[in-house]
């Protein structure tokens, strides 16, 4: 038996550009998972999930559409 977390991650990482190398991404996202490896969590996967968001009631009177996001969620696992 495993036991599951999901880790919700910003969709965009900012950099200033003289600091930029073009590895910013996988840096951040080995940080995230060596963390959570250090409290025993096995990496499984990244995951995109999109979200659609309602328009409020004023603004479904106006004609506004849902709009979707993306989010990226890692999930890890351990035993139980």
Not at 7 to 22: D, L, R, S, Y
Not at 27 to 55: C, K, M, T
Not at 58 to 63: P, R
Request: aromatic share 12%; with cysteine.
């Amino acid at each position: 038996m495993f036991e599951y977390k999901m880790v919700q991650i910003p969709p965009n990482i900012a950099v200033q550009m003289k600091a930029h190398k073009g590895n910013e991404a996988a840096a951040y996202l080995e940080g995230v998972v060596n963390e959570h490896a250090s409290d025993g969590w096995e990496f499984q996967r990244v995951d995109s999930i999109g979200v659609d968001v309602q328009p409020g009631c004023f603004d479904a009177l106006s004609g506004k559409k849902a709009e979707r996001n993306s989010y990226y969620v890692i999930t890890f696992r351990k035993e139980k």
